[in-house]
C-alpha cells in the first residue's frame, strides 16, 4: 500500500477540494469520514473511487469494514496529514471518495401510495442528514429540496444520514416545479405547523402525501404554506414553542408509517 507522506499530494488536494458544494457538484464526487458510515457505503454495494487510511492501523480498519470491491486503491497517510486533510475534529481513521449519487422524479416512487419529505430551507446540515435517515428508516419514496435548503452531499449532512443519502433519491426542486409536480402526481401538500391544523395523529396518512419541513427558525415559507391542503401539528405537554426540525420530522413520517401498517 502506498503511503502519503507529503502535503502536495494530488488526491489530498481533490479529498479537500470536496469540501465545498461546487467542487462536489462539479466532480461529481462526495467524502465520506469514519468507519461507519464507510461500512454503510460499501454494504450498499457501492464502490469507492479511492480509500485513505491513518498510517499504521491499516490492518485494523480493514478487518472492520466489508468486503471491497477488487481493485479499489487504497493508501495509507501519515498522521500528521490525515488530521489536516479530515473535515471532523477527530477523524476516525478513514476517509473515502464516492460518486454523487444522481436521482430523478420517477425515483420518488418506490411505493404506493407516496410519501414524500419536502425540505423548505433547511439550514442545518445535521438537521437535514437526520430528516433523511428518518425519511428512509420510515419508508417514504424519496425527498425534495427547495431553495434555500443546505447540500445534502455536505460532510456534516452526510455523517447524520448515516448512509441514506445514497439510498433515499433526493432531487431538488423550485416551488413551481414542486406544485407542477405534485398536481401531475396527484400528490397532496401538507405542512408542519405550530399549533394549528390537524393534530398529527388524526391526519389520514395513508393517502399520497409530500409533507413539507420549514426552516429551523422561520418555518414553512408563506408560499408555500399558502399552497398547502392541510396542516398538521404535534401537541406540547408544556409550554415548549417547537420541537427540532428534524424530530419533528421524524414524528410525522413514523406515525405515517404507523398508519400505513394497520391498514
Keep these: 500500500m502506498e503511503v502519503i507522506s507529503g502535503t502536495h499530494n494530488k488526491l489530498l488536494k481533490l479529498y479537500k477540494s470536496l ?23 460499501l454494504q450498499r454495494g457501492i464502490r469507492p473511487e479511492f480509500l485513505l487510511l491513518a498510517a499504521g492501523k491499516e490492518e485494523e480498519i480493514l478487518s472492520q469494514l466489508p468486503v ?12 500528521r496529514l490525515f488530521a489536516r486533510t479530515a473535515f471532523t475534529e477527530s477523524p476516525q ?22 410519501l414524500l ?19 428512509a428508516a420510515a419508508g417514504a419514496g424519496g425527498a425534495i429540496l427547495l431553495p434555500g435548503t443546505v447540500d445534502p452531499s455536505n460532510p456534516k449532512a452526510l455523517r447524520s444520514s448515516m448512509g441514506a443519502f445514497f439510498a433515499l433519491p433526493v432531487v431538488e426542486m423550485t416551488f413551481a416545479g414542486l406544485q407542477a ?6 400528490i397532496a401538500l ?15 396518512w395513508r393517502k399520497p402525501v409530500a409533507v413539507v419541513i420549514g426552516n429551523e427558525g422561520s418555518g414553512v415559507s408563506p408560499e408555500v404554506a399558502g399552497a398547502a391542503e392541510a396542516t398538521v401539528s404535534i401537541p406540547m405537554a408544556c409550554e415548549i414553542e417547537s420541537l427540532n426540525a428534524a424530530v ?7 406515525e405515517a408509517a404507523r398508519q ?3 391498514r
Excluded at 70 to 75: N, R
Excluded at 190 to 204: I, T, W
Aim: net charge positive; aromatic share 8%; charged share 25%.
Design 19 to 41: 469540501r465545498t458544494k461546487k467542487w462536489r457538484d462539479r466532480l461529481g464526487l462526495v467524502p465520506l469520514e469514519g468507519r461507519r458510515l464507510v461500512a454503510e457505503v
Design 68 to 79: 471491497l470491491p477488487a481493485g479499489v486503491p487504497l493508501y495509507a497517510v501519515e498522521a
Design 93 to 114: 481513521d478513514i476517509m473515502a471518495v464516492v460518486k454523487k449519487p444522481v436521482w430523478t422524479e420517477k425515483a420518488l416512487f418506490p411505493q404506493e401510495p407516496a
Design 117 to 135: 419529505l419536502v425540505a423548505d430551507r433547511i439550514q442545518d446540515p445535521g438537521n437535514l442528514g437526520t430528516m433523511l435517515r428518518s425519511a
Design 181 to 186: 409536480f405534485l398536481t401531475k402526481q396527484k
Design 190 to 204: 401538507a405542512v408542519a405547523g405550530v399549533g394549528s391544523g390537524l393534530m398529527y395523529d388524526e391526519f389520514d
Design 248 to 254: 419533528a420530522m421524524s414524528v410525522l413520517f413514523f
Design 260 to 262: 400505513r401498517r394497520r
